[in-house]
């Protein structure tokens, strides 16, 4: 089963754009590659997915390399309501959520 | 269209008793499945289910249990409770056939205490 590693936490301020790299070595070839992110007392919220290239929505941006062993989501210009747990995660059959990216963005 | 509900929000049990929570899928989602979120053990696979049938399965051990019914709704079971199951259980669900492929939709989740 593939599992997924990223950074624990990161810290941002409003305005800038934040890059969170994701790495998943061996991603079975019917995996999608997804991103969640969660508030807290809340369950996960979809962000984003792809399989291969980039991917953009109005929210983030996910880019994914031709070996699809590791992917970055992108999200521009962030704001204090961004502060949140992120997770990538390799979406086949059974999800298998890493330990996420705690998101942290100061004013 | 109403979100994924789910009942009750919070439930205090001891060691040993059984629990059953209940999930209410997004109106027209065929699959639903289970986490289990601690702190330590961050977000787990517990199981799918579609179409009353139980698809995929996580690495939890035979106390952890969940049927389907004709209408969506899913329940989960856990019997014989340990401190460790102590944990916030959350249910998703998503449209059409292709399950845990899909985008999750998840509730608001169960917080269990075990006593």
């Known amino acids: 089963l593939a599992k997924t590693t990223q950074p624990i936490s990161m810290d941002s301020y409003e305005g800038q754009e934040v890059n969170i790299t994701c790495s998943h070595n061996?991603?079975?070839?019917?995996?999608?590659i997804t991103w969640y992110q969660q508030f807290p007392s809340q369950g996960p919220r979809f962000i984003i997915q792809?399989?291969?290239t980039k991917v953009t929505n109005e929210v983030a941006s996910l880019f994914i390399p031709a070996d699809r062993k590791s992917s970055t989501l992108s999200l521009p210009r962030v704001s204090l309501s961004d502060t949140a747990v992120y997770y990538c995660l390799a979406q086949g059959g059974k999800l298998i959520f890493g330990q996420g990216t705690e998101l942290s963005v100061k004013p | 269209k109403a979100g994924v509900t789910q009942t009750p929000r919070y439930l205090i049990k001891t060691r040993g008793q059984q629990v059953t929570l209940s999930c209410s899928p997004i109106s027209g989602h065929r699959s639903v499945s289970w986490y289990q979120q601690t702190p330590g053990q961050g977000l787990q696979f517990l199981f799918e289910y579609f179409s009353e049938t139980q698809r995929n399965k996580g690495n939890f051990p035979g106390r952890f249990s969940g049927r389907q019914f004709s209408n969506s709704r899913s329940e989960m079971n856990v019997s014989t409770l340990e401190l460790g199951d102590s944990a916030l259980y959350l249910c998703a669900s998503s449209p059409g056939g292709g399950g845990t492929y899909n985008e999750q939709f998840f509730g608001p989740g169960t917080r269990l205490t075990v006593l």
């Open positions: 061996n991603i079975a070839t019917n995996d999608y």
């Open positions: 792809g399989y291969k």
